[in-house]
């Protein structure tokens, strides 16, 4: 910065970008540190980034405001659900189109709704529908969206994370929409853990009472879990024989679906 008579000179152009392009380099080099560690202290940040903790400090309040980071009660960082939404979109844009098909088939095998659930931070939205065709039928919900803790897609999809990524974007205590809806994070990962050792999840009215759904997570051999697969159907129908006939019926699509894409 240069004196000219008695007044400072505004910085030059070239250092302001300079400044700019580096606190831009910083939040994402913390974002990729934060991605790596369980949890970050702001002093352990400043160590990584090898900036002031001031500086540190100040990247984890914007990283946090604008929901890329979270704070628990430890008063340590984590990833907050911005991060994870924002790789929840990079879903294949023909993903409907493609999946539509075994939609259709898996109704007209089972004669139950069936559902294409896409993850978005921590709720799930309803891409694509095709209804049932028994009297008593679950109606198609496209467009809708519900805490993805609470239905059989959304826990699928949930199963794909790891424990920390659950904490973030799950970190109090979870909101009931049932008298069955789990209300803990605790409870959460270890319903997660179930999900992933048998291969599919399962909602017995925990969205919506008289609803009973199971759900698998579309995987893409390239892109992962893309979207979720589900059968719904009223619950007063659906004991442990057909269940398990659902369940059945429903893998078997999810795996011609995996197989179609490897081709």
Known sequence: MVVHGGGLAAPRGGDRKGRAMESVGNALRALLLLGAQESLSVAELSRGLSVAPSTAHRLLTTLKEFDFASQGEDRRYRLGPAAYEVAARQAPWDVTVTVRPHMERLTAVTGETVNLIGLQGANIVFLDGVEGTQPVRVGVRTGDRLPAYTTAGGKALLAQMRPKEIRALHPRSLAALTDTTITTTDELIDELDAVRTRGYAANL?????????????????????????????????????????LVRHLVHANTALTEAWRQ
Do not use: F, K, M, W
């Open 205 to 245: 009215e925990e969205s919506v009472e008289g609803v009973y759904a199971v759900g698998v997570a579309v995987i893409h051999p390239a892109r992962g879990a893309v979207a979720a697969l589900t059968i719904c159907a009223p619950a007063h129908r659906v004991d442990n024989q057909r269940a398990d006939e």
